[in-house]
């Protein structure tokens, strides 16, 4: 279905809970989650809303949270999801601290590739800025998304200045050799820890990596890419701040509570539990109607006016 201007919405984010294994500082630096199991969605649920969404039009559903591995019988999840109508891509985003465990079972289940989060190689500052994650653990996911064959495996790296950017030049290296999708993010204003003088636009990685050559990326992406001369994988930038996309937004989210967002930074949410049939695709098509043209001023000077931590919502 399209939305009233004219995009055509073809993509559902599904975050599956809002617990996590790790507190990254930006994304819910308080560590605080207070969700009861009975507050969130059930599997029958989830699926229930995606077949409905299927029905207008969704192809591509990304499962997150919070952290997606955590949440019991996630595979079971995936394969329901994969197996319903319309249905054309699962995939999944993840810290990767789990991936280890559950790779080949995932993959088995039809998610088609992870997208994998990861904002420093070092292992001091991995603990610093997870709150005490082991970069060792994130890295063996790393090679068992690549064994399970989830491929292409993107990395999610947010860009924090003073932070990361020194790692910049590193990450970009990973890329020569390996066929992986690396993906620079510009840090969002989410209310979490690091004001606005950690903000590093996109542009920052082709200042400090000149060599990169833009190409052309696929169709309703929105990462910029680019390659090193001769490289394996690519380098996307991520630009929700300098470079907004909302021109070629193609996403609803639904939150692990049952609310609908039409836009990641808007406050507006529909909630979508205990409706069916009718009522259910008419939920959606209100939440598809709601998308706005575009969200409002968002840089380094304005929080997002999304209402919620990030892990509440699911990147
Ligand atoms: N736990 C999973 C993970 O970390 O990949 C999935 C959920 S996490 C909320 C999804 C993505 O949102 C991650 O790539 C994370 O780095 C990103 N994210 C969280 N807070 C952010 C912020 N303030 N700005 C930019 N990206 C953010
Ligand atoms: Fe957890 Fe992902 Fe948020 Fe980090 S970014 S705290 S891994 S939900």
């Known amino acids: 279905m399209k939305d009233q201007y004219q995009r055509e919405i073809t993509y559902l984010r599904v975050s599956v809970t809002d617990l ?25 649920e989830i699926t229930e809303i995606v077949t409905a969404a299927a029905r207008l039009g969704i192809r591509k559903v990304r499962i997150t949270g919070g952290e997606p591995l955590v949440r019991r019988g996630i595979v079971s999840l995936c394969r329901m999801i994969a197996d319903i109508p319309g249905i054309q891509e699962v995939v999944m985003t993840t810290n990767g601290i789990l991936l280890e465990k559950y790779a080949q079972e995932l993959k088995q289940a039809g998610v088609s590739r992870v997208n994998i989060s990861l904002d420093t190689l070092n292992p001091e500052k991995y603990r610093k800025i997870t709150g005490g994650g082991e970069l060792d653990a994130a890295l063996a996911g790393i090679r068992a998304a690549r064994a399970a064959e989830l491929n292409p495996i993107k990395l999610n790296v947010v860009l924090i200045g003073g932070f990361n950017d020194d790692e910049i030049p590193a990450f970009v290296e990973l890329t020569r050799d390996n066929p992986l999708d690396l993906r620079f993010i510009e840090l969002m204003p989410m209310g979490g820890e690091f004001g606005k003088a950690a903000y590093l636009p996109g542009d920052t990685v082709l200042e400090r ?69 009718e009522e259910l695709l008419e939920t959606l098509r209100t939440t598809i109607r709601a998308k706005p043209r575009q969200h409002g001023v968002l840089d380094a000077e304005h929080l997002s006016e999304a209402g919620r931590a990030m892990n509440t919502i699911g990147g």
């Open 20 to 44: 996590c294994n790790l507190r990254c500082r930006y994304c819910m630096p308080d560590g605080v989650c207070q969700k009861a199991h009975q507050d969130i969605l059930s599997f029958e």
């Open 209 to 277: 990596v000149p060599s990169l050559v833009p190409e052309a990326g696929e169709d309703g992406s929105v990462s910029r890419m680019f390659r090193l001369p001769g490289g394996q994988g690519r380098v996307g930038l991520i630009s929700p701040l300098s470079r907004h996309f909302c021109g070629t937004c193609n996403r609803l989210r639904l939150t692990s509570e049952g609310h609908l967002k039409p836009c990641l930074h808007s406050n507006q949410e529909i909630p979508v539990r205990g409706k069916h049939g």
